[in-house]
């Protein structure tokens, strides 16, 4: 027989004893980190596109060329750091970026595609204007008349 014992049913294990398989939560300031990180990351990247809109001198692809290096130095390297605290740093950097350089890209495209949904308006309506011609108005979908009543 072997020296391992055998592991205690569910019933009986007592409630503040974490399960086997689940490590345990770090304490204190690593679960704070975990709670709060995309709650700083947001508030940064609104920040930072709310300083690009009144700022003249910055433009949204100033604010994605800033992005590429900070979210390839997490891709690369962040994930590995052997500080929790400069993981959790690099992720949050890493995330403002990135929801930053998106903003701006949205913002870049969002008049184009007003331009294209409006180009596409005209279009239809033009079209609609071209083919609604008054000989057509009366007529039943076999194509004759409809007698009046």
Known sequence: MSDV???EP????????PPATRPPTPPGRAKWWETTR???ALGIAIAECIFVAVEEDFSRVTVVVIA???????????????SAHGREVSWILAMSQALAA???????????????LAGVFAAV?????VHDRPADR???????GQQSP
């Open 68 to 82: 590429i290096p900070i979210v390839l130095f997490y891709l690369l390297a962040g994930r590995t750091l052997e």
């Open 102 to 116: 998106v903003a701006a890209v949205v913002a870049w495209l969002v008049p184009t595609i007003a331009l294209v």
């Open 125 to 129: 309506a033009v079209y609609l204007l």
């Open 10 to 17: 569910a019933a009986e294990r007592s409630p503040e004893t």
């Open 5 to 7: 014992p055998a592991p």
């Open 38 to 40: 995309f709650k700083i």
């Open 138 to 144: 009366g007529t039943g979908p076999s194509g004759e």
